[in-house]
């Protein structure tokens, strides 16, 4: 995948196809150490011991496909990059996945349109609940689909005037956090 914006997709389908109806993404730019941290926690079923140990084979996947090649796909970005993949796993409960890279590495895949993302993800799974928390060093920037079905009420999310909407909030902050505007 040529940016961090399609495994963020790839990784969030399969956290919904697993039964997740809360999903927490979280990307921290840390350029005074040097670090992009990527953080997706889910609510699915997550997985058993047997198949956490197997996940990171492209050739292993846990539903109805020949291969599965979203987590060992950024495994290896992370690790090009001089990074690292950890996942952590509870049957019943959810999934964690953190992935490090180095931030000025000239292999790390670049972020993406991280906001165009989201507003797919939201196009998609529009019941589901997404928070998106975005940091650059010390500037935070948080994303709750909850507060925007709270204040919408009946109208949901995935009208296209609502997706419109978050859509250009979500690129203005991505912006303003990135120091772009």
């Known amino acids: 995948m040529k940016d961090l914006s399609l495994h963020i997709l790839d990784l969030a389908e399969n956290s919904f196809l697993a039964g997740a109806d809360k999903l927490i993404l979280r990307i921290k730019e840390d350029t005074v150490k040097n670090q992009l941290v990527l953080v997706m926690a889910d609510n699915g079923q997550g997985m058993g011991v047997t198949e956490l ?17 979203g987590i060992p796909l950024i ?8 990074g690292f993949l950890e996942i952590f796993s509870w049957s019943g409960v959810g999934t964690v996945l953190a992935a490090v890279f180095e931030y ?11 906001p165009e993302s989201i507003i797919s993800l939201i196009t998609l799974n529009s019941d589901q609940d997404i928070y998106f928390y975005h940091s650059y060093d010390d500037e935070v920037y948080k994303f709750k689909t909850t507060e925007y079905r709270e204040e919408l009420g009946e109208i949901p999310l995935d009208n296209n ?4 909407f978050i859509g250009d909030e979500l690129k203005t902050n991505f912006r303003k956090l990135r120091g772009e505007i």
Do not use: C, M, W
């Open 53 to 69: 140990k197997s996940v990171s084979d492209p050739f292993y996947t846990g539903r109805n496909k020949k291969v599965g090649l």
């Open 75 to 82: 495994k290896y970005n992370a690790e090009l990059s001089g």
């Open 104 to 114: 000025d590495h000239i292999d790390r895949p670049p972020l993406g349109d991280i």
């Open 161 to 164: 005037e609502v997706l419109q």
